[in-house]
């Protein structure tokens, strides 16, 4: 026969449960408070250093009305050129109306436009569609704003790849080539989930950069390899990715991001358009020498398989060229399509901000052609 527990026994219990349960209430409301309250003091220095940074971010174009939001739209060059140049910014890039400066500088007998999308540098965030057809629209709408006609040279850059490739398929009269800067292409997304491509971490990355996270990351800024950029022209990057590191915007063109590559690779492969791509190989020499943290990651990758890092530009421990193999599945795709031309050169995604006067020889060198 069960024995029933002792009545002081129960009461002490209850004392207990009552005593542990008051103590976590209090440890659990007091975590929520400094969480709080920390939230708030980096909000309140991220307001703070926004104000001070203000006076560094004056755009460099002009701001039109795009659907009733301000777009920023720069351009320059030589307007009576016979080529228009449309660069087109990757998603999550907020800077690149500075940082195609040094690039633009060495193109100037070419008409040279820049535009950034809702969201991103200058521009108004909005929460505006980011669905494929809605952001080449806006594209196009700015450049009618400013009176800048085709046919383009358009010049994507990393996932802007979509917008480039989708814009020569429906608008093709508008498209007269295309210069892709390391470009994602439709089947680059082939077996990826919209949930795996943007998450719930995505969402808080939004959060995050909200009350000004991003500026203890030090990563997140970038570095002047080559000395190409002046000391300003760094403190202006600097600040405009510290005022729009992540937004809802950019996280919108995430969300569809998958499904807009589907769209693309519905309407299939532009191939009366002519294409340069130029890949990055972030390790080809000199790139791998002077980004330390590339290499080391490229060493230490060595070292788990062989036990054993080599020289990342002589090659490696097994007679295998890892620097040669880098792009091979990027080229062997791009070389079943007879309008394309392949070039590879040393550095990072965004070639233009380590090596803008090599971008700027291979460019020349496809439109005189």
């Known amino acids: 026969m069960k024995k029933e527990a002792n009545p002081k026994e129960k009461k002490k219990f209850k004392e207990f449960l009552h005593k542990f349960f008051k103590i976590f209430i209090i440890i659990f409301g007091a975590a929520i408070a400094i969480n709080i309250l920390v939230i708030g003091v980096l909000f309140l220095i991220h307001k703070n250093k926004l104000a001070d940074e203000r006076g560094y971010l004056n755009p460099q174009g ?7 939001h301000s777009v920023h739209v720069i351009v320059d060059g030589d307007e009576n050129a016979d080529k228009t140049l ?25 008409r040279l436009v820049y535009v950034d999308r809702s969201g991103f540098g200058y521009s108004d965030t ?13 594209l196009r709408t700015a450049l009618e704003k400013v009176n800048v006609k085709g046919p383009y040279v358009l010049v994507p850059n990393g996932i802007a790849g979509l917008e480039a490739t989708y814009w020569a398929d429906k608008y093709p009269d ?3 080539s295309i210069i892709g800067i390391n470009i994602s292409v439709a089947d680059d997304f082939d077996g990826v989930t919209e949930e795996q491509y943007c998450g719930f971490f995505n969402y808080l990355m939004v959060k995050f950069a909200a009350i000004g996270g991003q500026r203890y990351v ?9 000395a190409v950029y002046t000391e300003k022209q760094m403190i202006v990057r600097k ?43 972030p ?11 590339v290499r080391e990651e490229y060493e230490d990758a060595l070292k788990e398989v062989y036990g054993t890092a080599t020289d990342a530009s002589a090659g490696d421990a097994d007679g295998v060229d890892y620097v040669g193999e880098y792009n091979a599945d990027k080229k062997a795709y791009y070389s079943q399509y007879k309008n394309v031309q392949i070039e590879e050169m040393s550095g990072p995604s965004r070639l233009y901000t380590y090596d803008p006067d090599g971008v700027a020889k291979l460019i020349k060198a496809y439109l005189d052609d």
């Not at 907020?94 to 500088?105: C, I, N």
């Not at 909005?126 to 806006?138: A, G, L, R, Y």
């Not at 590191?245 to 969300?255: A, G, H, I, V």
Request: proline fraction near 5%; avoid cysteine.
């Open 218 to 226: 030090k990563s997140v800024y970038p570095d002047n390899f080559g």
């Open 126 to 138: 909005t929460k505006t569609d980011k669905d494929i057809e809605s952001i080449v629209t806006e």
């Open 283 to 293: 390790l080809m020499a000199p790139y791998i020498e002077d980004d330390s943290s």
């Open 86 to 110: 449309v660069f087109i910014h990757s998603n999550g890039i907020t800077d690149d109306s500075v940082a195609l400066e040094p690039l633009f500088g060495k193109l100037q007998e070419y």
């Open 174 to 176: 508008e498209v007269e």
């Open 62 to 68: 002009q701001m039109v009305d795009v659907g009733g």
């Open 239 to 281: 600040a405009l990715i510290s005022k729009n590191f992540y937004t809802s915007d950019m996280y919108e063109e995430d969300l569809q991001a998958v499904h807009n590559a589907a769209v693309v690779k519905e309407l299939g492969w532009p191939e009366q358009t002519p294409m340069l791509v130029i890949l990055a190989n």
